[in-house]
């Protein structure tokens, strides 16, 4: 959710967010697949999501930032769907044999005909500009005195 802090600048905010693991690519890359909801008709700029796109990237940790640098992970990749698409899986699940009663949003999604529906209702897609810093080296875990 750091990614989406950009988006109150613009009296938008983030609904709901799912991810997954794109390997169709090489290098392969992650997408969040986010709903949007906005308190006026202001177009967010193409820019807010790219910067959306690095804050996530560079909150990751250091071995998702050194695969990126080293290029074994491609940009991170954000999704805007349409509103609704949520209640869409949500609908799915439940078709399949889901408790209401105990239905989660999925925050990491491999089940093709859920990927399907998120992939249709996408409106628009943003890859991260830039690299996240990373420095290699060993980091100290704690110092005894």
Partial sequence: KNGSNHLS?????????????DTSTIPGHY????EISKNNQNPIPDSVFKEC???????????YRQGRITESIG???IKVVENGTFDKVMDFALS???SI???????CVKYGP?????NSKTVSSF???KCPQWVPGHKKWCTLD
């Fill in 127 to 129: 890859f991260s500009p």
């Fill in 31 to 34: 997408i969040l697949y986010w």
């Fill in 114 to 118: 859920i990927l399907e529906l998120l």
């Fill in 53 to 63: 796109c690095f804050t996530v990237e560079d909150s990751l940790n250091s071995v």
């Fill in 101 to 107: 009663n105990q239905y989660k949003t999925p925050r």
């Fill in 75 to 77: 940009p991170l990749e």
């Fill in 9 to 21: 600048n613009y009296n938008a905010s983030l609904t709901d967010y799912t991810s997954s693991a």
């Fill in 96 to 98: 399949q044999g889901a």
